[in-house]
């Protein structure tokens, strides 16, 4: 049966309500819940802020991304942020980890502790493409992710590719 569920993050690039709506619903109902974290709408004292607060309601799974570019919202297209991309809030969780930031610009706060994840998109067409997300998910695990999610695809021979460079490189320790 189902015992994870993975929520997303305002994804397209479209409004929706963020997971921290949700995660404690699915925690009710005996489940565990994958929080996403994009970078695309907040600066780093957004995100920071969203991780002290899914911290609190007890969100143990954070998957980091850099994001979709913003779609239409209320009265045309929004902004984008990227201020951080996802091995930056990789690094930021590892910081917070120790229960403080970089000084003076980060809060203190009692440490807490994710299991920060990441993505990888191993279905790219072009080779510099793919070797540019293998080069980011290698990154991203020296980074802190424990673990890795593949965008939604159906091509095998992608995903044995992506094994193949996870196990050639050493990474493929990490599920």
């Not at 809030?89 to 000084?103: P, S």
């Not at 424990?146 to 992506?162: H, M, P, S, V």
Request: aromatic letters at 8%; glycine letters at 10%; proline letters at 6%.
């Amino acid at each position: 049966g189902v015992r994870t569920i993975s929520v997303t993050d305002l994804p397209g690039g479209r409004p929706a309500l963020p997971p921290e709506f949700v995660t404690g619903s699915i925690r009710d109902h005996g489940l565990t819940s994958i929080a996403h974290l994009s970078g695309k709408d907040g600066n780093r004292n957004f995100i920071e802020g969203r991780l002290h607060g899914l911290a609190s309601l007890d969100v143990e799974n954070i998957l980091t991304m850099t994001g979709d570019a913003p779609s239409d919202g209320f009265e045309g297209r929004a902004k984008p942020v990227y201020d951080l991309d996802s091995v930056l809030i990789l690094q930021m969780i590892n910081a917070l980890r120790v229960g403080h930031g970089d000084g003076e610009s980060t809060s203190t706060m009692t440490p807490f502790d994710f299991c920060p994840g990441a993505v990888v998109n191993p279905y790219k067409v072009r080779e510099a493409d793919q070797m540019m997300q293998y080069y980011k998910l290698e990154l991203k695990i020296a980074s802190g992710a424990q673990y890795i999610i593949t965008q939604l695809g159906y091509n095998l021979r992608k995903l044995y590719e992506l094994k193949q460079y996870m196990h050639r490189e050493g990474i493929d320790s990490v599920p």
